[in-house]
């Protein structure tokens, strides 16, 4: 059996250091890039059971501490109190991994949607985030990311969402977010929709990651075929005394 999908469609997000695999399960040791600088994480796919099975084997073969990890909902509480102890984290908050290889029905306003580009490309973008996203940790700086928005009738940036396109890969969303002047508009339908469609052009899928209180947004892309593959609960490193 493969990999699942989760991890093979994130897999240019990381460089894989270390795996375990447990019964279908797989835990890996993984280094990213962030905008604070590189570090290494946890990521895990499979049933809770087998994968608590794999972070029990990485804590016995003594897996470094790591500040982050990302893992099948219901899997840590079912880790021994020892692993758990080595390991250094605790339960964090939780989230559903959502994909799409449909492309979206018309959405009105995709008109309205294209690349952000241009010597002022990034403060513009980050012009808007401070009014839509303020907390995304998707950096206009990135060299990864290519900015999409959506422009008012005066061409003011109402909307905006990050695009991690590798050639021929997976195409990862972030950072989306609409200026709250202009919620309730579809603003953030339309940018999904337009974003989806020009990437199944030419990749695979599309994936985007929702905290799973978000019901409307939930909504928004579930119409737009979106579904969830991976139900996922963040761990993070306990609090130092």
């Known amino acids: 059996m493969g990999r699942h999908l989760f991890l093979r469609a994130n897999a240019s997000r990381w460089q894989e250091e270390r795996a375990w695999h447990a019964d279908g399960a797989t835990l890996l040791l993984v280094r990213v890039r962030r905008p604070s600088g590189e570090r290494q994480q946890l990521v895990g796919a499979g049933e809770p059971d087998a994968l608590a099975s794999a972070l029990s ?21 079912l880790v021994p109190a020892d692993a758990r102890e080595r390991l250094g984290l605790r339960a964090g908050p939780v989230w559903d991994w959502m994909w799409s290889a449909e492309v979206p029905p018309l959405q009105p306003g995709e008109e309205r949607v294209g690349p952000v580009t241009g010597p002022d490309a990034a403060e513009e973008v980050r012009a808007c985030l401070s009014r839509a996203n303020p907390d995304t940790s998707a950096d206009p700086a990135d060299p990864d990311l290519r900015w999409w928005g959506y422009r008012d009738e005066d061409g003011v940036l109402r909307g905006v969402v990050a695009v991690n396109a590798p050639a021929g890969g997976p195409v990862h969303l972030s950072g989306l977010g609409t200026d709250t002047s202009w919620r309730r508009r579809g603003v953030g339908g339309a ?27 939930r909504r928004i892309y579930t119409r737009l075929g979106y579904a969830v593959g991976q139900e996922i609960e963040n761990v993070v490193a306990k609090p130092t005394a």
């Open 57 to 77: 084997r990485a804590a016995a073969d003594g897996v470094p501490a790591v500040p982050f990890g990302l893992l099948t909902r219901g899997t840590w509480e």
């Open 191 to 217: 940018m999904m929709a337009a974003v989806t469609r020009w990437a199944l052009t030419e990749h695979p899928l599309v994936h985007y990651g929702i905290w799973t209180d978000n019901d409307a947004a």
